[in-house]
């Protein structure tokens, strides 16, 4: 298993020599006299995708390398690999039809499938395994890590939506709310719901998804106050990589404004080059 740090603990001077010592050769693509099978799968893979594949990161850069993700640059992770080439296999096309083909343009510039990710953190100075859950991935902006969760992956239907779902709600994050600007603003002053809570806004004081619902929320935050923007945003990515245009349209038929946002939702995730409906 090997082990990498977040880039936020990488420093270097201003006299330092930065020029990377791999410059001449790309140790994300299988060497030139490697004709194995994995190897020459690797190869086809990048050919159809254009992202390369990894099965473990021995003699490659720091897949972590200068993460956007969130909550993971404090972590230390080590991984259980694949090492069966038919499993390995496997996972690619799995990961290809369900996640890569998806995210199209999107696609990041190499992927390494794991069989599972374990998070450590150090305490006063002893590294010990972090208390929640593993994580199932983490985004870098080299290399996209991806748990199959000692095949949880091929035996919950909603895996793979989930994933790409988280793997989209980064890149939304990312570009900002000038990017959501017009799916804030189909709920009139959209702002005052997150600076006031129900009282103030002369709502009753409890826990009501149909009041939200009406209002343009895919449901309630509490009992004092409705949706943040942070969980507004990620039910509706969520919502629209798990519905289908017409589910959706189905299920919130009395919300009117709960259709228009998940129209503009989606809109905008295609408009980052996602193929939401993997065609």
């Not at 923007?229 to 709960?258: L, M, R």
Request: hydrophobic share 35%.
């Amino acid at each position: 298993m090997m082990a990498c740090m977040g880039a936020a603990f990488t420093a270097c001077s201003s006299d330092e020599d930065t020029t990377p010592s791999y410059a001449d050769s790309n140790k994300f693509e299988p060497a030139a006299d490697d004709n194995s099978e994995l190897a020459n799968y690797r190869r086809d893979f990048y050919k159809n995708t254009g992202t390369y594949l990894l099965f473990d990161d021995r003699g490659v850069l720091d897949v972590c390398y200068d993460m956007f993700s969130t909550s993971t640059s404090s972590y230390t992770y080590t991984y259980d690999y694949i090492e069966n080439f038919s499993s390995q296999k496997k996972a690619a096309e799995k990961v290809k039809e369900s996640i890569l083909k998806r995210l199209g343009d999107s696609s990041p510039f190499s992927i390494m499938i794991v069989d599972k990710i374990h998070a450590w953190t150090y305490n006063e100075g002893v590294l010990e395994a972090k208390p929640k859950k593993d994580p199932t991935y983490y985004l870098g902006s080299q290399c996209y890590v991806f748990s199959l969760e000692q095949g949880k992956a091929f035996t919950d239907p909603s895996f793979f939506d989930n994933l790409i779902a988280n793997i989209v709600l980064a890149k939304v994050n990312a570009k900002g709310d000038t990017f959501l600007k017009d799916f804030f603003a189909l709920i009139e002053d959209y702002d005052k719901y997150q600076d006031y809570d129900k009282y103030g806004l002369g709502y009753p004081e409890e826990y009501n998804d149909d009041l939200a619902r009406s209002l343009g929320f895919l449901r309630d935050g509490n009992g004092w106050y409705f949706r943040s923007k942070k969980y507004d945003i990620s039910d509706y990515v969520t919502a629209v990589f798990t519905y289908t245009n017409a589910e959706f349209e189905e299920e919130f038929s009395a919300y009117p404004i709960c259709i228009a946002r998940y129209a503009k939702m989606k809109e905008l995730i295609e408009s980052l080059g996602v193929n939401v409906d993997g065609e």
